[in-house]
């Protein structure tokens, strides 16, 4: 036999979420597959191809948008659902805002949590019954308890201490009529395997991911982004009065909500230089930025009882 | 060359830590985390500033194993939780399960997934009943390899008569249990002695230390069998009209249980029982000649068989039984308990089947270990049971075969997974 006879890990990794992609598509009537466009998501389209091509996708793609999104990301995002020839649905927090659901606490708050709102309303639109997300249990440690396949409440609503028993490779995605599922593919992988992956299927990533000078300030301990183009044209993030704009080398390790994501230094260009630095690293991913977990030790718990992913 | 790739891919282990608070299970997760150079400098400060807030010394490494903000309130563990770590050669995922009430629905949810259990024993105590509790369990959900590591060695001087008193005690009541493969280790997990690293103290011990035993432990799931099962997942039949190649394509997904296929292969479809030849095995539409345990493939068959998600393909010289009645050990996951009049509906690898309980052999105290008689089935339950299946599985027993020997229960009632079962 010329072929090993155990596989290696990120085979293991690969074949476990296809078995779980499938899962969702056999158990479930209507389900859909989150993609911001971040390196995750990005893995998981990869995940989706090996599981289904050569046919289509048993789902569409969906993109919780909270108009605060990196032009690059959202650019990269409807690029790669062409390439895939895949439907992309965009619902935006804005709507939400409109329609009077969201409503800010004032103008300058982070629309991150709010997508949660804009997310149940879409999943009624829909009638979606499952949602595809590519979260991991290494990033938080809420999440490292959450089930794989993750009932939610007509409220969208997770409840912690009344989870369904997870057992094998033996899913249960049956829900009632109103009630969803969220189930997470990649949730064995670490920030690791995931560079490791990219690195090894050569998946192309939106270029903000990689070594670039940037406009920032320092800001409590952390490095801040200002002046970031929108879509539009328009910038947001402004610096405060007094407030120093250094042009840093930087690169993001988590990409989402302008509001709160920050960069770290670095002048790693590729991702070879990524895998390198990710192995070295002192700090944690969600530690370095996401500005919205530092809040309060349990914030993602809270957040995910609201309904968040 | 890049430095990773000189090093060979160990692929991945999966284990559990078996252990109460006391036993220092968290200190010792903990301490596998720090010292492999897991636990990342703003993590060691919130567990400093924790530590320091409780007033504690030291830095608690058990405060790495905290999770939800219910458990820290409450300062137990509620549920299973996974840690991640890797030597670079290895990858690691622990299934950490908590010891209170709960203990044995979050035991056999733990030891599902894994290969090796941890068996922590305090040297000041030896064996308790709770030693046995946990020896047991794993031995019932099939755990092929035991580690018993014998931790608060600095508690007792390091003393090698203590260790092997333990040792021994351990042997006599493991023959009892028939587990075979057992390993010991002296620890102190407060300490790191024999961790990762040897520390000076435990100079008589010339075993490996339990990372280095972690390391050579046999990753794959199914050792003991090489019998070929591929339950159906999903059926993929593109229908592309701009592309007529694929007008006949029909891939029957899934992901390999057990045992090995390669193009030409001869098989069998279940229920049908029609047969046929391997004619391709893809992975997202590119061929691979060859498909191995645990693998996700599309398979493709040289004749036209009806086959959907739920039926099994297998080698035609290897065919499971299709039972209508099975003999099971079932842990009972649910507060309400099991009502022997109702209908259950049990999954099996990618098939449901209705159920409906036949006979309570006998129920089994996880204590004494003894086989008691029963009469119903309460949440932490573990019973030898008979179920009546409306439609047949194709099934092999669970210790030769987890993958085709598994099942959960589901009250379609609620839809809740209140149950699990190994097949005799």
Known sequence: MTQRSTLSHLDWLEAEAIHIMREVAGQCANPVLLFSGGKDSICMLRIAEKAFRPGKFPFPLMHIDTGHNYREVVAFRDKRAAELGERLIVRSVEDSMKRGTVVLKHEGESRNKHQSVTLLEAIEEFGFDACIGGARRDEEKARAKERIFSFRDEFGQWDPKNQRPELWSLYNARSHKGENIRAFPISNWTEMDVWQYIEREKLELPSIYFAHKRPVVLRQGSIVPVNVPLMNGELTNLPKAGEEIIDLQVRFRTVGDISCTAPVESDADNVEKIVFETATTTITERGATRLDDQTSEASMEQRKKEGYF | ?424
């Open chain 2, 1 to 424: 060359m890049s430095a990773r790739e000189q090093f060979e891919d160990h692929g991945l282990l999966r284990f559990l830590t078996c252990g109460s608070v006391d036993d220092g299970k968290s200190t010792l997760i903990g301490r596998l985390l720090f010292d492999t150079k897991t636990i990342l400098a703003d993590t060691l400060s919130a567990i400093a500033k924790t530590s320091e807030k409780r007033g504690m010394g030291a830095v608690d490494l058990s405060l790495l194993t905290d999770g939800l903000q219910a458990e820290r309130e409450q300062g137990i563990t509620i549920d299973v939780a996974y840690r991640y770590f890797s030597t670079g050669t290895r990858k690691y995922i622990i299934a950490d399960a908590p010891g209170h009430e709960q203990y044995t629905r979050n035991m056999v949810t733990a030891a599902s997934t894994a290969n090796l259990a941890i068996i922590l024993i305090d040297a000041r105590k030896g064996i308790l009943t709770q030693t046995r509790r946990h020896s047991k369990l794993a031995s019932l959900v099939g755990i092929p390899h035991l580690l018993v590591a014998v931790n608060k060695m600095d508690l007792v001087d390091y003393s090698q008569a203590t260790y092997e008193k333990i040792k021994a005690d351990y042997l006599e009541f493991a023959g009892k249990l028939g587990i075979e493969d057992v390993r010991f280790i002296p620890l102190s997990a407060l300490n790191g002695d024999m961790i990762v690293d040897r520390g000076d103290k435990l100079n008589w011990y010339d075993g490996p230390t339990l990372l280095d035993i972690l390391e050579e432990t046999p990753a794959a799931h199914t050792e003991h069998t090489e019998k070929f099962r591929f339950p159906v997942q999903y059926v993929c039949r593109p229908q592309d009209s701009a592309n007529p190649d694929l007008h006949d394509y029909r891939g029957f997904m899934g992901r390999v249980e057990a045992g090995t296929l390669k193009v030409g292969d001869a098989v069998t479809v279940l229920p049908s029982g029609l047969t046929s030849t391997v004619k391709a095995i893809q992975i997202g539409g590119v061929d691979i000649p060859e498909a191995i345990t645990e693998q996700s493939v599309t398979i493709l068959l040289a004749d036209e068989i009806d086959t959907s998600r739920g039926d099994m393909i297998v080698k035609s010289s290897e065919v499971p039984a299709a039972v209508k009645q099975i003999e099971a050990t079932v842990c009972w996951l649910a507060e309400t308990p099991m009502d022997r009049n109702r209908t259950y509906l049990i999954r099996h690898t990618t098939r449901d089947s209705k159920a409906k309980l036949a006979a309570i052999d006998h129920r089994l105290d996880v204590n004494t270990l003894e086989k008691v008689a029963a009469e119903k089935l309460a949440m932490n339950d573990i019973a030898q049971v008979t179920f009546k299946l409306a439609q047949p599985l194709f099934a092999d027993p669970y210790l030769e075969n987890r993958g085709t020997g598994a099942f959960i229960i589901i009250d379609e009632s609620n839809n809740n997974t209140v149950g699990a079962g190994m097949i005799l």
